[in-house]
């Protein structure tokens, strides 16, 4: 009798205390391996990404650069290990014309920049500029053609300049413009958003187009080991893939793009004054990779039930208005809280979907939209998304670990959203991360996160968060928001009990 009112009151107890979120992972069932190019990111002429973020000219004797390349750029990007960068568009791609960019900088032609602002630049960062910038980084370079406003011939003619070992008219330029090895770049996009900026074709005339192309672009050794990425939807246009997936031969295909940004075209909003719903709106967009990924993977599936074919989601990030006195064509945006909530919970999604999801790319890396860094002069700042993307690369190539989560709704209105996402990994020596995001602006989350198959010892963790949702970095202030040491979790046996404050991101690692 006495025994079963104790067991009564003990379940009563863990009723009224029970968490929140509750979260299972299998330790012991990792496999798929995330790739790290889904921590890439993306440089586009537009704006002051290139000119001003990366590079400053190499005559420039105030900001301490390599080839005109800031070193402090290079120095935070290496710390947050950049994997891959896309370049040189977006929508400047389908307008770029490589030959422009290279040999002597005092003698390449200016062009004006029609998508971003209409300004005149001088070409003096071209390809020689970025595959250098690139072995600095340690950073696989992935190039956009131009299918747009090119021709067949430049863009295999591209190819042969920085992949080409033996002797031909290209690679003997190279060598004459001071580059004797070739590159070897893998990952090559053939055009940029073909349905919009990139020539504005349906999804059946743009297969035709890339099976010509695609043609033409080998790597000289003819075993097609090079990477050639299609013209992705945008958003839910799943047509868009189906045609892809269907129309062009595989052997061409190495991946298809998908671009969709946390945005609502309708109200932009600022980027640092913004309204709890305007920050919900936010959050549902990104909210929605999920779904887009699913979907476009299950018509992937359909053609390719082996996953070959990598879904390459080369354009994401929140999109708002430019910062007051601004170019409006430069899309220069601040980055707060709201931004790292949208990198903690999309890469938690790219990092469940990694058996499709092989690389994806930030827009953009410096000075405009959802930026990890900002430069003023020689003055940088890190952004919360830097925080987050650094946080969070332990991810990089480990293998992901499959989770059940069962979390409580972030509540705004009559709309619901889940409050904590979450993804987890083991590394090569053993170690596991997990990667929580508590979007709920208001609650803190009480997570129990049962571990099965394995068994650990101590837990420690980092965590981004902030007193405002609105709290940003300044040039005044750069470190107002940074990672700190967590203190709010706790392991016994192989229960880990987590309190997560709102709008907070938590990267723990398990030994
Ligand atoms: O990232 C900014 C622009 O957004 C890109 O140039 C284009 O591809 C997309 O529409």
């Known amino acids: 009798m006495i025994k079963s009112f104790l067991s009564a009151c003990i379940i009563f107890w863990v009723s009224i205390t029970s968490a929140q979120t509750s979260i299972i992972l299998k330790a012991d069932s990792a496999k798929q391996v995330i790739n790290k190019n889904i921590y890439g ?19 420039n004797k105030i900001i301490p650069n390599t080839d005109g390349v800031r070193n402090d750029v290079i120095a935070a990007l290496r710390k947050m290990k950049i994997p891959v960068l896309r370049w040189p568009g977006g929508c400047f791609a389908d307008t770029y014309h490589w030959k422009d960019g290279v040999g002597p900088k005092a003698k390449r032609p200016e062009m004006v920049n029609t998508w971003w602002g209409g300004v005149t630049e001088d070409n003096s960062f071209g390809t020689h500029d970025f595959l250098n910038m690139c072995e600095r980084l340690g950073a696989e370079p992935y190039i956009s053609g131009n299918v ?31 580059r004797d090895k070739p590159w070897h770049v893998k990952y090559w996009g053939v055009g940029n958003e ?22 033409f672009m080998n790597d000289w050794s003819n075993d097609y080991k090079i990477t050639r990425i299609a013209s992705g939807a945008s958003d839910a246009d799943y047509h868009w893939t189906e045609v892809m997936m269907r129309d062009i031969p595989h052997r061409l295909l190495g991946g298809v793009g998908l671009h969709h940004y946390a945005v609502n075209w309708s109200d932009k909003s600022s980027a640092t004054e913004f309204t ?3 920050y919900f709106t936010t959050m549902k967009s990104a909210l929605l990779m999920d779904e887009l990924i699913t979907k476009h993977s299950a018509i992937m599936d359909k053609y390719d039930p082996q996953k070959k074919i990598a879904l390459v989601v080369d354009e994401w990030g929140g999109w708002y208005n430019v910062e007051p006195g601004t170019n409006p064509g430069f899309l220069y945006q601040q980055n707060t809280m709201r931004d790292a909530m949208i ?3 999309t890469l938690n999604i790219f990092n469940n ?34 925080h987050v993307m650094e946080m969070y690369n332990v991810h990089q190539n480990a293998r992901l670990i499959p989770i059940t989560i069962k979390t409580d709704d972030y509540t705004f209105g009559n709309e619901k959203l889940p409050s904590v996402s979450a993804s987890a990994s083991k590394d090569s020596a053993g170690l596991i991360h997990i990667s929580l995001t508590n979007i709920n602006s208001k609650e ?17 963790g980092r965590i981004l968060t902030s007193s405002k ?23 016994k046996g192989n229960l880990l009990s987590i309190k997560l404050p709102p709008f907070s991101v938590v990267v723990l690692e398990l030994k």
């Open 353 to 386: 979907h990694s058996n499709r999801v092989r690389m994806a790319n930030l827009a953009q890396t410096i000075n405009v939209l959802q930026a990890v860094i900002l430069t003023n002069k020689e003055k940088i700042i890190l952004t919360p998304t830097y």
């Open 444 to 460: 803190e989350e009480t997570i129990s996160l049962t571990i099965e198959g394995e068994k650990y010892k101590s837990v420690t």
């Open 343 to 345: 990198a903690g919970v």
């Open 194 to 215: 073909a349905w919009g900026c990139g020539g504005n074709m349906t999804a059946e005339y743009y297969a035709n187009i890339f099976r010509q192309y695609a043609t």
């Open 276 to 278: 709890e719903q305007q």
């Open 469 to 491: 949702l609105q709290d940003h970095n300044t040039f005044e202030e750069p470190e107002k928001i940074k990672p700190q040491i967590f203190k709010g979790a706790s392991l």
């Open 148 to 178: 747009g406003s090119g021709t067949v011939q430049e863009l295999s003619q591209w190819l042969q300049y920085v992949n080409f070992d033996g002797k031909s008219p290209m690679s003997d330029w190279r060598r004459q413009n001071g």
């Open 41 to 59: 990111h993306f440089a586009e002429h537009l704006g002051r990404c290139i000119y001003d973020g990366f590079y400053v000219g190499d005559s």
